[in-house]
């Protein structure tokens, strides 16, 4: 009988260890899943950044001058680009070029 009682809780035990340790697994693996979410959603969020700044910036390089507000909003945009979602400088010469341009005094 003592060797019954042994025998069953053992198994118990190796059942409840068995659980704990599925259990720490799969909280792992989901927070797995949900980091590598967040990267992919924070990269595609760099990207689309990164795009509207370049084309932003192209814009008035090419008209070569911009108004006060648009510079402002540039640098708002570019600032959350590279201190916000770890933005890697693909920016920062179009933006020095931003800073060069003459500001349109006809727009506000």
Do not use: P
């Not at 260890?17 to 792992?28: D, E, H, K, Q, S």
Request: hydrophobic share 40%; charged share 30%; glycine share 12%.
């Amino acid at each position: 009988m003592e060797i019954w009682i042994s025998v069953i809780g053992g198994s118990c035990g190796a059942a409840v260890v068995t659980g704990i340790f599925g259990l720490i697994r799969l909280l792992i693996h989901r927070k797995d899943e949900r980091s590598g979410k967040e990267d992919h959603q924070n990269k595609a969020l760099r990207y689309l950044m990164l795009y509207i700044i370049q084309e932003r910036a192209k814009q008035h390089i090419m008209e070569g001058k911009i108004s006060l507000e648009d510079r402002r909003s540039l640098h708002h945009w570019h600032d959350l680009y590279h201190e916000g979602l770890g933005g890697n400088g693909d920016a920062d010469a179009l933006m020095e070029q931003v800073d060069r341009l003459d500001l349109d005094t006809g727009h506000f």
